[in-house]
């Protein structure tokens, strides 16, 4: 009997941690794209800073490694929280979806200016392929079926928060090797679209 209560405590903690995920996500796209903080930022700082953030809510065998390729520590106009979140839901995304459950969790980003956008490239080494995926990565829940533990919900999220919070574009696209990865395009400066 206690172990279906158990289970039954499991499924609903689960649950509202999935709720709390998006309420959490809600709010942060509720903010007026006029009121949010618009600061210049170095990228990596900001993106590391997010990891750090990340990595001490999980256990050590969920840590994200990230290795960063920046363009000269490059500096532009944009919300440090959205930014931050959106590479949240990435990191959870990677770390969800890693190739083995115990393995090493690695990405990489790669940061480059483009005329007027700043391009950050996100690779990760995901046991997902790209024609899996690809056209239903940024759908609610598509990718639960993939993983039973994972919310489904990180890959909406963050494309959410990078069109509606940075005002860019996040594209799911197939490497080489078949699995995806993402682009994100956002404005190099507020004054940009």
């Known amino acids: ?23 959490r996500g809600l709010q942060l796209l509720n903010m007026k794209i006029e009121k949010k903080s618009v600061e210049s930022v170095q990228v990596k700082d900001i993106i590391s800073l997010g990891l750090s953030d990340f990595n001490a809510l999980y256990p050590p065998e969920k840590h ?22 959106a590479f949240h839901y990435l990191f959870k995304y990677s770390v969800e979806f890693s190739i083995e459950e115990k393995s090493f969790k690695s990405a990489r980003i790669t940061i480059n200016v483009e005329g007027n956008s700043v391009i950050i490239k996100y690779e990760d080494n995901s046991s997902l392929e790209y024609e899996t995926i690809g056209k239903r990565a940024f759908e609610p829940f598509a990718l639960s079926a993939f ?5 489904g919900i990180e890959l909406m999220m963050a494309y959410n928060i990078v069109s509606i919070g940075l005002r860019g574009d996040l594209e799911c696209l197939e490497r080489e090797d078949g699995k995806p990865y993402f682009l994100i395009r956002v404005p190099l400066n507020k004054h940009t679209n």
Do not use: Q
């Open 1 to 23: 009997m206690s172990d279906v209560l158990d289970e039954s405590m499991g499924v609903i903690g689960k649950g509202i941690d999935e709720l709390s995920e998006i309420v």
């Open 64 to 85: 994200l490694h990230v290795e960063f390729i920046d363009r000269d520590n490059l500096v532009f106009d944009t919300s440090p929280v959205h930014l931050m979140e």
């Open 147 to 151: 993983n039973k533990g994972a919310s």
